[in-house]
């Protein structure tokens, strides 16, 4: 069965330094999510990418963030300047379409990257 | 704005025993989708089930069953005779019907005692 896969599964960095989250998506499928949940928190919506672009955003999501597909099969998560509170669980997920027949199938989630940042 | 409340961080069933666990929801929109998600330790989160707004039937998959309530606004699982591979952390999300965002509750941590 197909799955949304991330690396690393545990990405340790120094407060200031950037770092690149990476996840591969199903192959079929069209709307990419970036997802964190901090320790005891819920999770929370950081963008959604459709069509080589972001569709929404955050407030979460500012300046510090990015995303990228590079390759039309990655999608990786870019945070520039890392702080503290950034340390956070961080989920890749993917979905197949979003109206029609695809308005209520559910985005498929990798198993996540643990980010600590010290 | 959408919000999503699962109000028990922590539940404990027997095995072969049911248990429910809780989510609400706060909404304007008419037309949502309600999904229950799994996440066992250090695995990627799955779908349980999903339930659409506009269906008045509750939403069945095998041992896994939804009480909908619309008008409430409550979205409750019930998880019958449960099995040691059911404890995991479960996540009430809703996702409006145009919308591609999926909003999460905090979870509940469910364990299975043998």
């Known amino acids: 069965e197909p799955e949304v896969t991330q690396t690393p599964s545990h990405q340790v960095t120094q407060m200031g330094q950037e770092v690149i989250l990476h996840c591969v998506p199903i192959s079929n499928h069209l709307y990419f999510y970036w997802y964190r949940q901090i320790l005891g928190q819920k999770v929370e919506f950081l963008v959604s990418?459709?069509?080589?672009?972001?569709?929404?955003k955050s407030e979460i999501f500012d300046d510090q963030f990015s995303v990228e597909r590079p390759d039309g099969s990655n999608f990786t998560l870019k945070i520039r300047s890392t702080k503290l509170e950034d340390s956070a669980m961080y989920f890749c997920?993917?979905?197949?379409?979003?109206?029609?027949?695809?308005?209520?199938?559910?985005?498929?989630f990798g198993q996540g990257t643990r980010l600590t940042v010290v | 704005a959408q919000t999503v409340t699962q109000s028990q961080p922590e539940m404990s069933v027997q095995e072969a025993e049911t248990v429910t666990l809780s989510c609400t929801y706060d909404t304007s929109e008419s037309d949502y989708y309600l999904f229950w998600y799994k996440q066992p330790p250090s695995r990627q989160m799955i779908l349980v089930i999903r339930q659409e707004a506009y269906k008045q039937q509750n939403a069945t998959e095998n041992r896994f069953s939804v009480n909908f309530q619309k008008a409430a606004k409550s979205f409750s699982l019930k998880i019958s005779d449960s099995q040691l591979g059911d404890a995991a952390m479960y996540f009430c999300?809703?996702?409006?019907?145009?919308?591609?965002?999926?909003?999460f509750g905090t979870g509940t941590s469910l364990t299975v005692i043998p």
């Open positions: 999300a809703y996702k409006r019907g145009t919308g591609n965002q999926f909003y």
């Open positions: 997920a993917s979905k197949r379409g979003s109206t029609g027949q695809w308005g209520n199938t559910e985005a498929f």
């Open positions: 990418f459709y069509n080589n672009e972001i569709s929404e």
